[in-house]
């Protein structure tokens, strides 16, 4: 029993809907619960009705399209991303997600086959977190990790809830938030880095996601005159921060597999060209797919960083604001999309997310796993954000085989 | 044939004159051509009218307050400083030299000296350069640095001219700027660093002032997700202007004398803490007073840019912003102020001066010298700028002892 996909199916649907948002340079700008966000969520539901499956919203606005199967009470084995884009996003991040869903269905219809559990194909409510300060609103929602009504209750900057937002577009769904289950979950998603590229593989069996520890660094030291004060009696925060980030640069390297860490955001105080800088405000992101690892790597970062204070003579203050746990896929899904591949001689290799996704919070309350396919450049959450027909059919092939090893 | 200074006269006069403008926190708002900028130069002109001095006015602002001499026609012996501050500045920096110089005249008229030429006393318009974004005005128009026009014509944030300020202070003054000659001048200041203070001097014999040379560098790789793309892979604008500012300021402590090198302004793109920098702009600030040294170092700190920019596949911008070359005072008058020190066993120490000074521009038409006295923790244009009554007065006889030796 097989169904095989059509690449130009796949890539006109996805041409079209990034036609909603769609930006001069060719990118989407589709924030979530605008304007765009609902025709392209209309248009959605129309192309899935149209593939035979029926539609439910629930309370915080996800769509699940449901293609029914031979056991209505078998719990479905889903799939899906997000409709929702960056500001100057692009055409492929979430979008692909859901049309290789639905285009999942439409090769099964193709097929003539009729699976035993459904297939549910998702559309979660803005996972970007472009709009109301806060990503994965949906799926958060759905698995638990957010409270629905402080979820309805964030606003965005113009004042406008979630909740009205929600109304406004017509995606108040009156099925309660969470009450379904998936039998399993998998999630299509371009890499949005540059492994597979550079490998020349066109999937990646998604092991988990890294986990985070972001923290926000303070280095204070004095003021002085940049013509006056001798470098010996300097207490320059910046070169403070400048000697950290050298070393956490370094450090990031030390670990295995490697960790990233990474100083994004500076601060420079007065930040005059003719004054050394008194206070310096600096942030580390640092992710590592093994929670022990990211334990010890704090450790050293902090270690290292007090180190630098102390022989400098400045003060450090650090503030962690983000502990993120790595997410581990489940074992058998995991194996499901490799075992997808071997059978179709497609390449691929394990790969670990450094980014968050929405399969990431479902993980927690069904077995789920990600197929990933390359992105040109790695470039994401960019209007050139680019992908190959080829690649994407590929992974959607990857993704129906998965599904229907389990859904059979 | 000598004089001594009083030191509470000369404390008071400071005093009296920091409540023009005086600040909350103990400091002085004196900003140039101000309302509080006339009523110090109304009460100064005072001062010196009641010690027998002659007022005139230059057309650029300039105070010359003189004592007449035996010999009418020598050229003034001359001192002075200015009176503006900057906008949460100190009492001492500027307000010291224009007040010692009148504690000369008032000291010569108590011990009843007659010198043989002129004593005069200049308060030099708008050193600070915190108005009209241009820092000695009145003496680099007086000593040829600056056009008249030009400088008349330089305008403040709100669009009011020099030539407009000087009109509404009644300070345009109808003697040609730069039409007087000095035999020769001295400059009493506070250092503004903390090397007289280390090593407890009262006065410093100022050799000259440092040359500058100012850069603006501009970093430049590629936007980055902090999550997604592996260290190995990045071109990280602030990871590479890190391993710059630690470079830079290694490098300065090689010279000798020692420069100083300073990283002072730093603007990071897209400044957002989960992207890795694509771009980092960042200004260099580097002092010497040998100008062969300076320009060795230009050449060093450029080549260890680049270098680092290239091993870490990075494009480096480097702009030139400012050029000004090391001032070296006059020998002689340089020797006097030693001189001074000696005859009173007095100690003191040679010194650089690494800002600039109304003394600088000056030296470029007259034989000149500064004397530099001790500031508390090297802290200037700062409200909390403080200076002890025995050292300025320290510095106010060798100001007088060096200024008889020319003028007798």
Redesign the interface.
């Known amino acids: 029993m097989t169904a095989d996909v059509n690449k130009d199916r796949l890539w006109n649907s996805l041409m079209t809907l990034a036609e909603i948002g769609g930006t001069a340079k060719g990118g989407v700008r589709r924030i979530a619960l605008s304007d765009e966000d609902k025709r392209a969520r209309d248009l959605f539901c129309d192309w899935a009705r149209d593939a035979g499956c029926d539609i439910r919203v629930d309370s915080i606005g996800n769509i699940f399209a449901r293609r029914p199967g031979r056991s209505p009470d078998a719990a479905p084995i889903a799939t899906g991303s997000h409709i929702d884009s960056q500001p100057a996003g692009g055409k492929f991040d979430g979008a692909f997600g859901v049309m290789a869903g639905l285009e999942v269905v439409r090769a099964l219809n193709d097929a003539g086959i009729e699976t035993e559990a459904p297939i549910e194909i998702v559309d979660w409510t803005d996972e970007e977190g472009a709009r109301f300060a806060a990503g994965c609103i949906g799926s958060g929602v759905f698995s638990g990790h957010r409270d629905l009504d402080k979820a309805l209750a964030l606003s965005d900057s113009d004042g406008v809830t979630v909740a009205k937002a929600l109304e406004d577009i017509g995606y108040a769904g009156p099925e309660p938030a969470g009450s379904s289950r998936f039998g399993a979950y998998f999630e299509a998603h371009i ?5 597979l590229e ?1 490998k020349g593989l066109p999937v990646g069996a998604v092991l988990g996601a ?1 986990g ?1 520890r ?1 923290f926000v660094m303070t280095v204070e030291g004095v003021d ?10 300097r207490q ?1 925060s ?2 403070g ?3 950290m ?2 070393a956490l ?1 370094e450090l ?2 030390t670990y295995d597999p ?9 601060r ?1 105080m007065p ?7 008194g206070k310096t405000i600096f ?1 580390i ?1 640092s ?1 590592h797919p093994d929670a022990a690892t990211l334990e010890r790597m704090e450790a050293d970062m902090t270690r290292i960083c007090q180190e630098i204070a102390d022989a400098s003579g400045l003060t450090l203050g650090v503030e962690a604001v983000t502990r993120a746990e790595p997410i581990v896929f489940d074992e058998n899904c995991v194996e499901a999309v490799r075992e997808a591949c071997r059978k179709r001689q497609i390449r691929f290799m394990d790969i670990h ?4 996704h929405d399969a990431c919070k479902v993980a927690s309350v069904a077995p789920a796993g990600m197929i990933f396919v390359p992105c040109v450049d ?1 470039i ?2 960019n209007e050139f954000e680019d992908a190959r027909p080829e690649d994407l059919a590929i992974g959607t092939q990857v993704l129906l085989d998965s599904m229907l090893a389990y859904a059979s």
């Not at 890499?191 to 492994?195: C, N, R, T, V």
């Not at 930040?271 to 800088?277: A, E, G, Q, V, Y």
């Open positions: 890499e949005q880095g540059p492994i550079a890294q985070q972001c002085g005159h940049a013509g006056t004060l001798p470098m010996a009696k320059d910046f070169v921060t400048a000697k980030t050298v640069s990031a390297s490697p960790a990233v860490i990474t100083v994004g955001h500076v420079v930040n005059s060209r003719n004054t050394i800088p942030t992101d992710r997310s450094g980014a968050g790695g994401s959450h």
